[in-house]
C-alpha cells in the first residue's frame, strides 16, 4: 500500500489510475469500514482510503480531541484488503490556512435528525468531503465513492450534494457492520464502559421491534399516525433503560422527510426507514434500520 500525506504525493500516486474508488474514514477502522473497501475494491481500478479527523465537523464540546487515533492497527488493517493508496494528509496539508471557503450542506436536507442536535456539522462533513473529491478525483473522468449506511444522513446529504456540484462521482451506499448482539460498528463504540456495551444493542432492537411492527400494519391504517406512536413508544421503553434519547423517527428514505399518507397514495412497504440517536452514559450512539 502507498502512503501519501499531501495532495500533491496522492496526485502523482493517482497518475495512471482512470477509475479511483474512495472510501473516506476517520480512522480508528473496524469491520464496518473494511466491508465499504472491499465493495470499493469491486468498482474501480484503483482503491484510495483516507484517514483524517475532520476538525470542522466537530462541535467545540465534542470528543475532537479525544476521537481514537489508532494508526498503526489502521494501516494493517488496510492493507489486509489490499487497499492500494493511504491518503492520511495531516491538519496542514489539508487546511494549510483556515478554511474560510466551506460548503453549506442543503438546509432541509442537514437541519434535520443529526443536524438539529449538531448544527454544522453536514457543513464540516461536505467540506472536507468536497476536499478529499478534489484531491482524489480532479482530472478524472469518473470516479466512485462508498460511504456506510450507518451514517445515512451523512449518506443522503452526500449524495445530494455530489448530484448538484455535478460531480462525474458514482456514490455507493454500504451496508452496516453489526456486533454479533446487532449493535452496528461504530469508533466511538470503544467509549462504552463495560457494563454500558452489555446493554448498547438495545437500540438496535427497539428498531428492529419497530421495524418488524410495521409489516404487521394492515392497509387500512394510517401510517403516520402508527409511526408517530412507535417511535414515542420506542423512544420511552429506551428511556426506560437508562438511555437519553435525541430521536427516534420513521422516515422516507428518498428525503428523509415524515412518512405523510396522501389521499389513494399507499406508502410503499420498502420505502420507509427508522432512525435514532441516542446516549448511555457519555456515549451518544446512531443507527438506523430500513424496512
Ligand atoms: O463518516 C466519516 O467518517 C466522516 O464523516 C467522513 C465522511 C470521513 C468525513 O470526515
Redesign the pocket.
Known amino acids: 500500500m502507498h502512503i501519501v500525506h499531501t495532495i500533491a504525493e496522492l496526485r502523482q500516486a493517482l497518475s495512471t489510475a482512470a477509475q479511483p474508488a474512495f472510501v473516506?474514514?476517520?480512522g480508528n477502522l473496524h469491520r464496518g469500514h473494511l466491508s465499504l473497501l472491499k465493495q470499493a475494491s469491486t468498482l474501480g481500478d484503483c482503491t484510495v482510503a483516507s484517514i483524517?479527523v475532520?476538525r470542522l465537523?466537530f462541535l467545540p464540546h465534542e470528543d475532537f480531541d479525544s476521537y481514537p487515533r489508532t494508526w498503526r492497527a489502521d494501516c494493517d488493517a488496510l492493507e489486509s484488503v489490499h487497499c492500494d493508496i493511504l491518503f492520511a494528509p495531516r491538519e496542514h496539508d489539508l487546511y494549510p490556512e483556515p478554511q474560510r471557503y466551506k460548503v453549506m450542506a442543503d438546509p432541509v436536507l442537514a437541519s434535520k435528525l443529526e443536524g438539529s442536535f449538531r448544527p454544522g456539522f453536514f457543513d464540516g462533513?461536505c467540506t472536507?468531503?468536497l476536499k478529499l473529491f478534489n484531491a482524489v478525483f480532479a482530472g478524472k473522468p469518473k470516479g466512485f465513492a462508498v460511504f456506510g449506511k450507518k451514517?445515512y444522513q451523512?449518506l443522503k446529504v452526500i449524495e445530494a450534494m455530489t448530484k448538484q456540484f455535478a460531480l462525474p462521482i458514482d456514490i455507493l451506499a454500504g451496508e452496516t457492520a453489526r456486533d454479533h448482539d446487532g449493535l452496528a460498528l461504530s469508533s466511538r463504540n470503544g467509549y462504552l464502559r463495560a457494563q454500558e456495551r452489555l446493554k448498547a444493542a438495545a437500540l438496535y432492537k427497539h428498531l428492529l421491534a419497530l421495524s418488524q411492527a410495521y409489516q404487521t400494519l394492515s392497509g387500512d391504517q394510517p401510517v403516520a399516525a402508527w409511526c408517530l406512536a412507535a417511535e414515542h413508544d420506542a423512544t420511552r421503553r429506551l428511556s426506560e433503560l437508562g438511555w437519553q434519547v435525541d430521536y427516534v423517527s420513521v422516515r422516507r428514505r428518498v428525503d428523509l422527510e415524515p412518512p405523510i399518507d396522501s389521499q389513494g397514495q399507499p406508502i410503499a412497504k420498502d420505502s420507509l426507514l427508522v432512525l435514532a440517536a441516542a446516549k448511555l452514559g457519555q456515549t451518544r450512539l446512531i443507527d438506523n434500520l430500513e424496512f
Open positions: 473516506p474514514t476517520m483524517f475532520n465537523q462533513v472536507v468531503v451514517d451523512q
